[in-house]
């Protein structure tokens, strides 16, 4: 219907029908903003739940690595031994770097770095995702 066809109707709907509000446009834009904010928190929260599971089996292998290694006995001995620690440090220290199970020494700090990333990420986003606020 063209606007030279409107009839008394179509006037008084026109007339009666309330704008918009001056900010809706932001409002929404807002809003969507916010939805999206808390699907990457979702994300972020099962990631960082993830990789404290994979940190409790990670501590589980490292555990058993140090007791089949031997450096548990070694550990101990440094620590009852003063005299063997005193006169042998080098010699001791060297043995501990050898006997270590690096790969799961790395892999538990590389796990304890992304929940120290997931997790300040998590603290400083999830007061903005729930006021809306940008930034």
Not at 58 to 83: P, Y
Not at 92 to 114: S, T
């Amino acid at each position: 219907m063209a606007h030279h066809d409107q009839d008394d109707l179509d006037r008084l709907l026109a007339e009666t029908t309330p704008p918009p509000p001056p900010d809706l446009a932001a409002r929404v834009l807002r809003r969507a903003a916010v939805a999206r904010r808390r699907g990457r928190l979702t994300a972020a929260l099962t990631l960082d739940a993830a990789a404290l599971l994979v940190l409790v089996l990670l501590a589980a292998l490292l555990g058993q690595a140090v007791v089949s290694d031997g450096l548990a006995e070694l550990l101990a001995l440094a620590v009852q031994d003063r005299a063997l620690l005193r006169d042998h440090a080098t010699d001791l220290a060297w043995a501990i770097v050898l006997a270590a199970p690096w790969p799961h020494v790395l892999a538990v700090a590389a796990d304890l770095l992304a929940i120290t990333g997931l997790t300040a990420y998590l603290l400083r986003a999830a007061p903005r995702a729930a006021t809306g606020e940008d930034g």
